[in-house]
């Protein structure tokens, strides 16, 4: 028991569970240990998860800023009038934003059964 003390200690430590100071018995100790560490296991998942997501979206706007910032360096290092610019840089935002949206259609389409994805596309076109 003594072993098994230290080691609940020890998860407890690691994990930043609260230890309480009273002895147990061993069965308790043991479902305390596994409770921790699956507690623990479960938001590192749940973090984890949400960190990938922010950081894809930050990929997506990283990439589109680079494409614009390029393409506005190529329009000012020809001299290319501001409104055509400005045409350029609305096209630009037209097409990333539907971009979005035509990836979050082709996910719901995916969703759907062969059948009803060809009665969509029938409809559509």
Same mark, same amino acid.
């Given at each position: 028991?003594?072993y098994?003390a =230290?080691?609940h200690? =020890?998860?407890a430590?690691l994990?930043?569970?609260d230890? /309480?100071?009273?002895a147990?018995p061993? =069965?308790?100790?043991? &479902? ?14 749940i973090?984890?998860q949400? +960190?990938? +997501?922010?950081?894809r979206?930050?990929q ?6 680079e494409?614009?910032r390029a393409?506005?360096?190529?329009m000012?290092s020809?001299?290319m /009038? ?5 045409? +350029?840089?609305r096209?630009?935002e037209?097409?990333?934003k539907s ?7 082709h996910e719901v389409?995916?969703k759907?059964s /062969?059948?009803?994805?060809q009665?969509?596309?029938? &409809?559509?076109?």
């Open positions: 028991t003594q098994l =230290a080691f200690f =020890a998860v430590l994990t930043g569970a230890l /309480p100071v009273t147990g061993w =069965a308790e100790r043991i &479902f305390t240990i596994i409770m921790t560490l699956v507690g623990f296991l479960v938001c590192s998942t973090i984890s949400i +960190v990938v +997501v922010m950081d979206i930050n997506d706007r990283s990439e589109y800023l494409e614009t393409i506005r360096d190529f000012v020809r001299g /009038p501001l409104r055509l610019q400005t045409k +350029v840089k096209y630009l037209y097409q990333y971009r979005k949206i035509v990836h979050q259609n389409m995916m759907l /062969p059948f009803l994805r009665e969509i596309q029938e &409809f559509m076109n």
